[in-house]
Each structure stands twice: as structure tokens, then as C-alpha cells.
């Protein structure tokens, strides 16, 4: 039938037409080489990551969809940016194409979403997941949950101490590990001791943040991408 159909009305000079298979495409798991095939990323394109401590890295996209780095190759964004990162990401946010969108924006086209675009004004929601999605015993800092959801720490902060949606504050720490001034609870007349809480459920060692239980931003990202 879809033969027929093409051979009746051809796609224009010079395109392609490309089939997708609706139940491949709707059952979540979308692999770069689905992007190749779909022509939303050609053989030979170079990504590029986020940058960090990491320096920064390419990859490049081959014609099977694999990624290359340094000679290696790797099924999906995520294990070529631990790769580069030398700890887990999530690599649908932590790889760029040429145009400077990432590639979960890419995805986002294949899904035949659209991918988010910057608004005059700041769109919290995604900052409302990370926090409720943030885990009993783990805490993290202004300046991650700020790069994780693509804004400065000082809005967040704001944002955050006047607002009635967001649920989990008081594990969002300044820097160096202390409670923020303004910081107050969703009830007003919740008067517990934030680094009281924290210490009952097992984010404090010797009285302190544990290290171990930080969250990065890399790490903020896969909690909502899961």
C-alpha cells in the first residue's frame, strides 16, 4: 500500500522519502540511528559537549547511528559522554549538533514534539520536577539546580523563596553547604530547623552535607529524563 502510495505522489525532487514505523516510534526507546534514518542527523556530523572541568569533547555520528570518540564507538549519547565526562550523564542533554540545539532537541523532532524555546520570561517548570523528584538523604546546590534547568543561581533563588509550588527546598544548599538566609518553608507556620530535617534523613555526615549525597546538575537532569 505505501508503495503504491509513493509511486502516485512522489516526494518532490531531491527529497527522500523515509517511513517510519509508528510502533517502533512510539515505544520510547529512540536510539541515534533512528535520527540518522529519519535524516534529522547525517553521517559525519560532529556533536560537541556541554563544557566542564571535562574540557570539551566530539563525537562523531556514523553511518549505523553509532557514536565516535577517540577511536571508540558507543550505542547511545549517554555512554560516549561518560566517556568524555569520566561519570554519568545524561547524553541527550549533554551533546550539541553543529546549530547549537542538543540533541534531545533533536529527539524532540523525531517525536514530533517541539523543543522548548527561550521565553522572555522563565518558564519554573522544570525546576518544580527536578525538585520533586529530588530524593530523600540527597541534597544539592543553587548553582547545579540553576545550570540544570538553564538559569543563574541568584532568579532561582528568588523563585525559591516565595514559592508555593516547590516542594523539597530545604535540600537545595548554598555552596559551601549551609542553609540560604531566606530560606522558609511552604507553611508558615512550619518552624522545623531545615538542616534538622536533612540530618534525619541521612544527608548529613559529622553534622555536614555529605559529599557523597550531592547531586550535580548532570545528575538533577537524569532524575526527570528516567
Given at each position: 500500500?505505501?508503495?503504491?502510495?509513493?509511486?502516485?505522489?512522489?516526494?518532490?525532487?531531491?527529497?527522500?522519502?523515509?517511513?517510519?514505523?509508528?510502533?517502533?516510534?512510539?515505544?520510547?526507546?529512540?536510539?541515534?540511528?533512528?535520527?540518522?534514518?529519519?535524516?534529522?542527523?547525517?553521517?559525519?556530523?560532529?556533536?560537541?559537549?556541554?563544557?566542564?572541568?571535562?574540557?570539551?569533547?566530539?563525537?562523531?555520528?556514523?553511518?549505523?547511528?553509532?557514536?565516535?570518540?577517540?577511536?571508540?564507538?558507543?550505542?547511545?549519547?549517554?555512554?560516549?559522554?561518560?566517556?568524555?565526562?569520566?561519570?554519568?550523564?545524561?547524553?541527550?542533554?549533554?551533546?550539541?549538533?553543529?546549530?547549537?540545539?542538543?540533541?534531545?532537541?533533536?529527539?524532540?523532532?523525531?517525536?514530533?514534539?517541539?523543543?522548548?524555546?527561550?521565553?522572555?520570561?522563565?518558564?519554573?517548570?522544570?525546576?518544580?520536577?527536578?525538585?520533586?523528584?529530588?530524593?530523600?538523604?540527597?541534597?544539592?546546590?543553587?548553582?547545579?539546580?540553576?545550570?540544570?534547568?538553564?538559569t543563574a543561581a541568584e532568579p532561582l533563588g528568588?523563585?525559591?523563596?516565595?514559592?508555593?509550588?516547590?516542594?523539597?527546598?530545604?535540600?537545595?544548599?548554598?555552596?559551601?553547604?549551609?542553609?540560604?538566609?531566606?530560606?522558609?518553608?511552604?507553611?508558615?507556620?512550619?518552624?522545623?530547623?531545615?538542616?534538622?530535617?536533612?540530618?534525619?534523613?541521612?544527608?548529613?555526615?559529622?553534622?555536614?552535607?555529605?559529599?557523597?549525597?550531592?547531586?550535580?546538575?548532570?545528575?538533577?537532569?537524569?532524575?526527570?529524563?528516567?
Amino acid at each position: 500500500m505505501i508503495g503504491v502510495l509513493l509511486a502516485t505522489w512522489p516526494v518532490p525532487e531531491r527529497h527522500k522519502g523515509i517511513v517510519v514505523d509508528p510502533e517502533e516510534k512510539s515505544a520510547g526507546w529512540i536510539q541515534v540511528k533512528h535520527l540518522v534514518d529519519a535524516g534529522l542527523l547525517t553521517s559525519g556530523t560532529t556533536l560537541t559537549s556541554r563544557t566542564g572541568a571535562w574540557g570539551t569533547g566530539t563525537a562523531v555520528v556514523r553511518p549505523d547511528g553509532l557514536l565516535e570518540v577517540d577511536g571508540k564507538t558507543f550505542e547511545s549519547p549517554s555512554g560516549a559522554g561518560r566517556y568524555v565526562k569520566g561519570s554519568v550523564t545524561n547524553g541527550w542533554w549533554f551533546w550539541r549538533v553543529p546549530d547549537g540545539r542538543k540533541l534531545r532537541d533533536v529527539r524532540a523532532a523525531y517525536k514530533g514534539q517541539e523543543p522548548k524555546k527561550a521565553a522572555p520570561t522563565i518558564d519554573w517548570s522544570a525546576l518544580h520536577t527536578m525538585l520533586e523528584a529530588l530524593p530523600p538523604g540527597h541534597w544539592t546546590t543553587y548553582g547545579s539546580l540553576a545550570d540544570a534547568v538553564g538559569t543563574a543561581a541568584e532568579p532561582l533563588g528568588a523563585h525559591l523563596a516565595t514559592c508555593q509550588q516547590c516542594t523539597n527546598a530545604h535540600r537545595v544548599l548554598k555552596g559551601h553547604g549551609t542553609v540560604a538566609a531566606n530560606f522558609r518553608w511552604r507553611d508558615p507556620s512550619d518552624d522545623r530547623d531545615p538542616i534538622e530535617t536533612l540530618r534525619a534523613e541521612g544527608a548529613l555526615v559529622n553534622g555536614k552535607p555529605d559529599p557523597a549525597r550531592e547531586l550535580s546538575s548532570d545528575d538533577l537532569q537524569v532524575l526527570i529524563e528516567q
